[in-house]
């Protein structure tokens, strides 16, 4: 798994070519990274191609070649991948740490709502998976937006704007400028998981680096953090897996 949390300065771009595995077509997406002194290489959480982490001035042809000289290692690494889970009815979800799952009412009259464990999903079976996804988009930003203001105002910070993403490789980064960005799948992680992320990049408006100070500021605001940051090195590219 990729870094769960960081706020280092890093630009991702997508390569124009891609390798083949067993007669898949995966993309390569580079990670330029200033503080690299090596290339790197990872499994995008998703299944559905490969990352690496450059320095900034290696070809984008040593890049490929690399990429393509550990193709036997990608190949090792994908067959251990989860199973995607996808979005439909009777499928059982983690929704903040407890199991719910999805079903489908197509007549009801309500959107998406949860209840009683049952993740209920109205309208036409062909909208489900963007309905039920938009739906954990907004209950991500209810949670994260709550939890930030909260640990902000204990450090008397004011952070800047908040956004949510799909980001495969961190989970919560803060900008230079104090703006938050998160992983909407954070929702399904357990409430504690959801906590300490926001705590963590809260801490970054005050502490921008990662030195004890900074670790000092989260256990101000979290007693578990080394739980929860076990639980995403260990759990946490599982949640890439569903929708």
């Known amino acids: 798994m990729g870094r769960p949390l960081s706020a280092a300065s890093t630009r991702s771009m997508s390569l124009a070519r891609s390798i ?18 090596r290339l790197s290489l990872r499994v995008d959480p998703s299944g559905e191609g490969v990352i690496v982490v450059a320095p900034p001035h290696v070809s984008e042809r040593i890049i490929l070649d690399f990429v393509q000289d550990k193709s036997d290692w990608v190949s090792r690494q994908l067959s251990t991948q989860p199973e995607h889970v996808p979005f439909a009815d009777g499928i059982p979800l983690p929704f903040l740490g407890d199991i719910h799952r999805i079903q489908h009412q197509p007549d009801a009259r309500r959107g998406v709502w949860a209840e009683g ?8 079976a062909e909208h489900l998976s963007r309905r039920l996804t938009d739906w954990l988009k ?31 490789t961190r989970w ?14 954070l929702v399904l992680a357990p409430v504690d998981i959801v906590n300490y992320v926001a705590a963590h990049e809260v801490a970054h408006l005050s502490v921008f680096d990662h030195s004890p100070k900074f670790w000092a500021v989260v256990a101000h605001l979290v007693t578990d953090h080394e739980q929860a940051r076990s639980w995403l090195k260990q759990k946490g590219s599982g949640l890439h897996r569903y929708g």
């Open 20 to 37: 083949t595995l067993d007669g898949r077509a995966l993309p390569v997406t580079l990670r330029r990274n200033a503080r690299s002194q």
């Open 117 to 124: 464990g049952v993740i209920h999903v109205s309208g036409r």
């Open 138 to 168: 907004v209950r991500a930003r209810q949670e994260i937006e709550t939890r930030v203001q909260t640990h902000a105002a204990v450090l008397g910070v004011r952070p800047g704007r908040i956004t949510l993403r799909d980001t495969r």
């Open 172 to 185: 919560g980064s803060c900008s230079h400028k104090g703006d938050l960005s998160f992983s909407w799948r």
